[in-house]
C-alpha cells in the first residue's frame, strides 16, 4: 500500500512538475497527498455515475469548480482514458476551455 501511494505521488510530480527547493519536502508532500485525495474522490465519484451520461456530465462538472488547475489536467487524462469511448462528447465539453 506505502509503495503503491509513493508510486503515485511520484507520478503526480512528474505530471504536475512541481519544482520546489529540498526544504521545501514537506509541502511539496502534504500538497501531493491533499491532490492525490482529492482526484482518488472524483475518481471514484465518476465510476460510481457511470451509469448515467446526465449524472456523469453534471459530477465532471461539479468537480472541476473546486479542483485545482493542475488537478483538472490529470483528471481531464484520466476521464479520456477510462471513459473515452462511452462519454467523449461529455468530456469534451466539459472540460473545454480549460
Request: proline share 2%.
Amino acid at each position: 500500500m506505502i509503495v503503491k501511494l509513493q508510486d503515485k505521488l511520484n507520478r503526480l510530480l512528474i505530471l504536475v512538475k512541481i519544482r520546489l527547493p529540498v526544504q521545501q519536502e514537506f509541502l511539496q508532500i502534504r500538497y501531493l497527498t491533499k491532490v492525490l485525495k482529492m482526484l482518488e474522490y472524483t475518481k471514484t465519484i465518476l465510476q460510481k455515475v457511470s451509469f448515467s451520461p446526465a449524472l456523469f456530465g453534471k459530477e465532471l462538472r461539479k468537480s472541476l469548480q473546486w479542483l485545482q488547475k493542475d488537478e483538472i489536467y490529470i483528471l481531464r487524462s484520466w476521464c479520456v482514458l477510462t471513459f473515452g469511448d462511452l462519454y467523449y462528447e461529455i468530456i469534451a465539453e466539459s472540460f473545454k476551455g480549460i
